[in-house]
């Protein structure tokens, strides 16, 4: 109440407008998701498609029910899990610090940054062959794709953060005998925070494409094992129950970065 005292009558309406938009949105996806698996379901037992090819979302709950019974399904979700969070965690560090080093020497930049934008455009399962040679076949070389994928990422849209700092505001306190180090933890590190929640928004699918596709490569665990597992000796039940979870997980992770996004923001204000 009281903080509502400091707001006119028609900034109160406006507010509370956006608050019932804002509901009403959240209530429209859950409908449109309920009907659409509500469809999946009925077209599946009513044979209007074959459930053996599409699955259906009661069939895709027995199953993760079964893999929970005989113990297995925490057991692959971690697998994958700590593989991503691993170089989700690696490609972000790396990413910034390497970022960091470019904006602060031009002539560093300037030689490697080709380089990059190269490397990003290279298909990274091409050094699947590589990658397995170098790390073997357990889960170094599924982190080490998945940093592989996330680290250009995140070195490009750092750095692009960083060089799109203000001029006139890097002027002023340059003009003020401010030092480098201070220009770069006063000015550009605060400023490109927007695009550091970016980079980390675009690299929570970067890190799940990189494990998954690691596990698709080599693994003998995962959620990536089970897809692959499962179209092998075509248990298509198993292949959409894992990629149920694998949505569920890449869901609850970009939550999680947004709710990061919400906090900076509140004390930014």
């Not at 073997?136 to 080490?144: E, Y």
């Not at 198993?238 to 609850?252: D, H």
């Amino acid at each position: 109440m009281k903080n509502e005292r400091n707001y006119s009558r028609e900034h109160l309406l406006y507010l509370r407008g956006v608050k019932k938009k804002t509901i009403w949105v959240n209530v429209a996806r859950f409908a449109v998701l309920f009907v659409l698996l509500a469809i999946w379901e009925l077209s599946a037992q009513f044979a209007w498609v074959n459930p053996f090819i599409t699955s259906s979302p009661s069939r895709i709950l027995k199953t993760i029910g079964d893999l929970y019974t005989n113990g297995t399904l925490f057991y692959h979700v971690g697998t994958t899990l700590w593989e991503t969070l691993a170089g989700f965690g690696i490609a972000v560090v790396l990413g910034y610090s390497i970022a960091l080093l470019l904006w602060w020497s031009e002539d560093f930049r300037r030689i490697t940054e080709p380089y990059f934008v190269v490397l990003n455009a290279l298909p990274k399962i091409a050094l699947g062959p590589l990658i397995i040679i170098w790390c073997g076949t357990g889960s170094k070389a599924i982190v080490f794709m998945t940093v592989l994928i996330g680290l250009i990422v995140a070195i490009l849209n750092m750095l692009n953060g960083f060089m799109a700092t203000d001029e006139n505001k890097l002027l002023l306190l340059k003009s003020m005998g401010a030092s480098k180090m201070q220009i770069l933890t006063k000015l550009v590190i605060p400023s490109s925070l927007p695009n550091f929640i970016s980079m980390l928004k675009i690299n929570v699918g970067m890190a799940w494409i990189g494990s998954i596709m690691g596990e698709y490569i080599v693994s003998k665990a995962g959620i990536g094992y089970l897809i692959v597992y499962g179209g092998q000796v075509f248990k298509l039940d198993l292949v959409m129950s894992a990629v149920f979870i694998l949505c569920i997980l890449a869901a609850a992770m970009y939550a999680a970065v947004a709710l990061l996004e919400k906090l900076v923001i509140k004390n930014q204000k």
